[in-house]
């Protein structure tokens, strides 16, 4: 079944914590792509990477960071998470290479505390 | 930079009803695409429809259609026949140039009434 999963789907820390919330796509996409979603603000892109190697910068990094070392995986790292940081996180997947379409994994809730 | 308004919060429609929700949306591209996506309350984002800037006809997908007015710069969406299924949050979207970076608008978020 082509999916995009998140691990954890939700999550309770306390502030300054490292965490990674995983992502892995099991349709060879080149797109992969981290939103947060909050109340009255929609989604916002955090970070974005075009393929292997290969990532940029959404509208709201600050306090993130990714990597893309295979191109099924694309980790959301929070080095020093803070209570603003706690939101709805998605990962998304594009097959287009680009950030068309987007396949959407199931969301991550994370609280800090 | 791109930029996504949605306008309304919230709406109510009956059901069986027609209902459309709008978007407006800013962009120095002169090709672009523009992305609907629906999200039940289970939270799940679900892509709807798209239709490209350079496209003649407004985009359909079953009981959803586009109403694109590119002079205007709006793409609202058109859901035919309300069922209460319906009933969710949805989202407009538009990549950004080489359809690279993404914004979304708030949302809308419509309940579809027995």
């Known amino acids: 079944e082509a999916q995009v999963t998140q691990n954890p789907r939700y999550l309770i820390t306390v502030t300054g914590k490292k965490l990674t919330v995983t992502c892995s796509q099991n349709m060879n996409h080149e797109y992969m792509s981290w939103y947060r979603q909050d109340p009255g603000l929609g989604l916002r892109q955090i970070y974005y990477?075009?393929?292997?190697?290969?990532?940029d910068k959404g509208d709201v990094p600050e306090g993130y960071k990714v990597s893309r070392k295979e191109k099924r995986n694309f980790p959301l790292i929070l080095e020093s998470p803070s209570p603003n940081q706690t939101s709805l996180y998605f990962c998304a997947s594009s097959p287009a290479g680009t950030g068309g379409w987007q396949f959407f994994g199931p969301g991550t809730r994370l609280t800090v505390l | 930079a791109q930029k996504i308004t949605q306008t309304q919060p919230g709406m109510f429609v009956q059901e069986k009803e027609a209902v459309t929700l709008d978007c407006t949306y800013d962009?120095?591209?002169?090709?672009?695409?523009l992305f609907w996506y629906k999200q039940p309350s289970s939270g799940e984002m679900i892509f709807l429809i798209y239709?490209?800037?350079?496209?003649?006809q407004n985009a359909t997908e079953g009981r959803y259609s586009l109403n694109f007015q590119k002079a205007r710069k709006s793409t609202n969406l058109v859901i035919s026949a309300s069922q209460l299924g319906d009933s969710a949050m949805y989202f407009c979207a538009i990549p950004g140039g080489g359809y690279q970076k993404v914004t979304f608008g708030t949302g809308t978020k419509l309940q579809v009434i027995p």
């Open positions: 990477s075009m393929n292997v190697e290969v990532t």
């Open positions: 239709q490209g800037s350079y496209d003649e």
């Open positions: 962009t120095s591209d002169q090709s672009y695409g």
